[in-house]
């Protein structure tokens, strides 16, 4: 990608040259002291940050973070609900599907908003022992009432299970709420895709019921580190954790985030969001979607548009997901405005 390009792409998101000098040092030894340290240094932070009690590092992408949690849901059994309003919300539900969890599911159209209420009621009524839910469903981008949510869990003696793929590291979060919580390192905390991270506030449960690999019973007897983990992705996160996870950075976000969303829906090309989204899909059944795409490419933006279901509906998405400097957001903003105008 070129210096003068802005990522404002749902991922792999615009990173730091920190961030992309880390990830061209020379690799270690995931069984060196040295590791071993950064390794411990990087969970210790996000913990502290996101007001968990453990931090998990796994090779993969978010999908993997979430199969981690979810043998984890398998394990403790009981009643499940799981909440879907979305393509990851749908992902959420075959997935455990696939692990053959107990549970109902709570399907919406996308975009909707869950009425709490009957959230509650699905949960006396089912004997309801855990819920799982996407805090950003990032098909749409509409955001969950994260915190209303893990409240009625908490009500309810109901173990909440979050995929915050799209909010860890744009929005301030308090984890301490729940029970488990995933993250991938190629999204909101604008690093390198490739680590899988799970926080979790409840002890974790070993089997053999389960395959190897997402056993975190066995990532906490090997001190987090039973299997080879790339030093570069870890350095490179440890990195972007430290500029991303800063006041200055957030507040940043939010700023153009916000105008962003004043820009697009006062020309009416918003169907699901709300201020206070950090990532918009772009919808308006008369517009040429692929020239306005065209458009801002050859400008240097890029965005999301090449996934299967953005496609299929002839969306696209803008995410503020990357780190950024003022300069760029500007660029990003002024660049829509132009290609907006062009194409009413």
Known sequence: MHSN????STGPVQISKQVQQAFAATPISHRSIEFKKLYNNTARFLCAQLKVQKTYFITGSGTAANEAMIWQ?????????????????QRLIEQAT?????????????????DLQLIEIEIRKHNI???????????TGVLNDFDSISQVCARNNCLCFVDC????????LDLSGIAMATASS????????????????????????????FDLGIYDKKEGIPFTLSSNLLYALHISTRKKLQNKQLSLIDQYSEDCFQLLNENNL??????????????QPNMAITNFIADLRREKIVVSSESAYLKERNWFQIAFFGYYEDVELDTVLNTLQRTISKFN
Request: net charge positive; hydrophobic share 45%.
């Open 165 to 172: 793929m799209s909010t860890i590291g744009t929005y301030p």
């Open 129 to 139: 022992n855990w819920v799982l839910f996407c805090h950003c469903e990032t098909s």
């Open 270 to 283: 918003l169907p699901f969001n709300k201020a206070g989204s950090k990532v918009f899909t772009v919808a």
């Open 73 to 89: 849901i398998k394990l403790s059994g009981g009643n499940g609900l799981i909440l879907s309003n979305g393509e990851f919300g």
């Open 98 to 114: 696939r692990a053959s969890l107990k549970f109902i599911d709570h399907k919406l159209l996308w975009g909707a908003a869950f």
């Open 186 to 213: 190629g999204k909101g905390l604008a690093s390198i895709p490739g680590l899988a991270i799970i926080f979790s506030n409840i002890e974790t449960i070993s089997s053999n019921q389960i395959p190897v690999y």
């Open 5 to 8: 390009t802005v990522n404002v």
